[in-house]
């Protein structure tokens, strides 16, 4: 850790400094100032707790020339052997480049592939899974679209999910979904397999994404839903075209075609900047695939087994056996796993 200590120092002073400009800062200047303290001051944290760690086992070595307080001496030293790693961990972790979108709210997509009508009934289920587990870590849902079909499932579904840190826990359920049961409808009682697509976007600001309104084509039409259901007597439906890239947002849930249109541009912005950001990366790293895969949706990610009630994930090799508990939105599990897997990755990465 010596080589980082300038580093470390440099880092300390511009939150010191930080500190100093926003006790007269006003206007802008303040969320300005405040952002870049906010990112500063986990890594301060870090870097504090770590030197006390290092100060206290240099005064425990010191109190080993006592014999009165060697055996003490030698406790503390043995618990600080312990602490200093992680504590060194934790700080090299906070020092990797963080994804600028971590921290933003996200946008879910799920959508059936393979399997018909199976898929469309897991796309509903496991769409309802997300929503119970955002719903318990207290962050906020609203339903984009949900394009029900007659069976209980769906053709399509997306939902708004607002709350700090939403994207850097979802952004690795992004992918191809597989599920293996025997379905309601299947007399024989045969194991299907069927998929669905899973995209997980983060919101980007305002600024980041500049549409241009002369690169949209924008058609209305009037609403349906599954078996006449839904069905307005005005065009409130709406389909944008975003034609530089040929990307189609179409929305069809609100009633008025004010509110469908702005969903949908929210729905496109977030994709265009996902699409911006996947870009970028893979002109940094053309070849690059770490533990937890690339998150493309075109990549299968996990498999869910209902006659052994079990789900895997497969970029990691995580099986667990509560596939019940799962699809009642407990996720954490599995996303801390992945979690800690891309920060031993990134981790590795960075010391070589």
Known sequence: MRGLAARLDQICRRAEELRAALAGAQGPDVATLSRELAQLEPVVARITALRQAEQARKEAEAMLADPELRELAEAEIAELDARLPVLERELRLALLPRDVADERSAILEIRPAAG?????????????AYQRYAE?????WSVLEYDANELG???????????????????????????QRVPATESQGRIHTSTVTVAVLPEPEEVEVQ??????????????????????????AVRITHIPTGTVVTMQEEKSQHKNRAKAMKVLRARLYEAERARAAASRSADRRGQIGTGDRSERIRTYNFPQGRVTDHRIGLTLHKLDRVMEGEFDEIIEALIAEDEAARLAAAET
Do not use: C, M, Y
């Open 116 to 128: 018909g009508d199976e898929a469309g009934l897991f796309a509903a289920e496991l769409f309802r």
């Open 136 to 140: 318990a870590r207290g962050w906020r």
């Open 153 to 179: 499932g769906v053709k399509g579904a997306s939902a708004e999910i607002e709350g700090k840190g939403v994207f850097a826990r979802l952004k690795f359920e992004s992918g191809v979904h597989r599920v």
């Open 211 to 236: 549409i241009n309104e002369a690169d949209l084509r924008i058609d209305t039409f009037r609403a349906s839903g599954a078996g006449g259901q839904h069905v307005n007597k005005t065009d409130s």
